[in-house]
């Protein structure tokens, strides 16, 4: 078992930024991918970043391609989602999971583990 707790959401204007964080307790952090994925209100959750085991690859949603940047750190068994840039549309739910496959995933279903979530506000 994996658990999964983000932190860092909150309310921004557009134009700003956020860090979300996400920390991993459990079974070795360093064996998993890591994703981000975003839930906006009555929409399907969506895939927003994922990175590899190692953090040498990365793999990014086009909405979110030169503004988002993920990351991990294994020593803190923590991953993050680095977000400039923000737009009102980037507003939603986010959610870190784990992944223990091999290659990037963008979905879901190829998720074992996910957090509760965090919220991010961008106004306009």
């Known amino acids: 078992q994996v658990q999964l707790v983000e932190s860092g959401g909150g309310l921004v204007q557009a134009g700003g930024s956020l860090r979300l964080s996400c920390v991993a307790s459990?079974?070795?952090?360093?064996?998993?991918?890591m994703g981000w994925f975003r839930q906006a209100p009555g929409k399907e959750r969506t895939f927003v970043a994922a990175?590899?085991?190692?953090?040498?690859?990365?793999y990014y949603a086009d909405s979110v391609k030169g503004r988002f940047t993920i990351s991990r750190d294994n020593a803190k068994n923590t991953v993050y989602l680095q977000m400039n840039s923000l737009k009102p549309e980037d507003t939603a739910v986010y959610y870190c999971?784990?992944?223990?496959?091999?290659?990037?995933?963008?979905?879901?279903?190829?998720?074992?583990?996910w957090g509760q979530g965090t919220q991010v506000t961008v106004s306009s």
């Open positions: 990175i590899s085991w190692s953090g040498s690859s990365t």
């Open positions: 999971a784990a992944d223990d496959g091999i290659v990037l995933q963008a979905h879901e279903s190829y998720y074992d583990y």
């Open positions: 459990g079974r070795t952090f360093s064996s998993y991918a």
